[in-house]
């Protein structure tokens, strides 16, 4: 799940067990969420979205599922792989007016696969 | 496409110097951003530009930050003075559709590490 602080929440997962990544967002009024995935000295990558009108959306070897009664948004990761190892953020999109918005991330978790 | 392009990737300077970071966005893409990553504070956004213009600016720090967007090929964050709290890496990124499309897909750089001394 998501956290705060210093330290950053860490799952590891075995190769080719499937990886499930929490986040809560905060806003019951955003209606567009992104995942990103980043690797140690790159920017965060996008992986994949998912609208408010969807609670499911899949991807290659993700998917992304999302829980507006309890603000939760979680992504599984199938088959997980050493190349996954990295650090994903969950952000949802926050509109301050009718046309323009922000992104805002959460504190991410990383993830370790281990042979 | 060369994706978005940042300049320095590192850069050690000291405290009270004038830091200045680059950025070349997606050609096309209408949408800048400059974000700071810190352990502490995570991705925050300082400012983003749309067809060059500021749209908004609320998250940078404090007037010792500025950022200006000359062209849509060109985008550069000043830190006058620096402060060694200003350590961070920083990433720019760029979109090519606004927030009212309803997607808005970010292609970060590979971000300016920037250590004060």
């Known amino acids: 799940g998501e956290s705060v602080g210093l330290h950053l929440p860490t799952l590891s997962v075995q190769e080719g067990d499937n990886s499930i990544i929490n986040c809560a967002y905060s806003?019951?009024?955003?209606?567009?969420f992104i995942w990103y995935k980043q690797e140690s000295g790159k920017g965060p990558q996008f992986i994949i979205d998912?609208?408010?009108?969807?609670d499911k959306r899949q991807g290659q070897r993700v998917t992304v599922l999302l829980n507006k009664t309890v603000k939760h948004l979680s992504l599984q990761i199938a088959a997980t792989q050493p190349g996954d190892s990295a650090v994903y953020f969950c952000a949802e999109l926050i509109m301050t007016t009718d046309s323009w918005g922000k992104l805002q991330f959460g504190a991410g978790t990383q993830v370790v696969v281990t042979p | 496409d060369a994706g978005v392009i940042q300049s320095p990737r590192h850069e050690v300077t000291e405290m009270g110097q004038e830091v200045t970071l680059r950025c070349k966005p997606i050609s096309g893409h209408d949408y800048l951003f400059w974000y700071r990553q810190t352990m502490m504070r995570g991705l925050e956004l300082l400012i983003y530009f749309n067809n060059n213009v500021p749209i908004d600016d609320s998250g940078m720090p404090e007037d010792r930050f500025s950022a200006k967007m000359p062209n849509a090929s060109f985008s550069t964050l000043k830190i006058q003075p620096s402060e060694p709290r200003d350590s961070a890496v920083y990433f720019c990124a760029s979109s090519l559709y606004g927030f009212a499309s309803g997607a808005n897909v970010l292609t970060f750089g590979a971000g300016s590490r920037l250590t004060v001394l």
């Open positions: 998912i609208r408010s009108n969807m």
């Open positions: 806003n019951s009024a955003s209606d567009y």
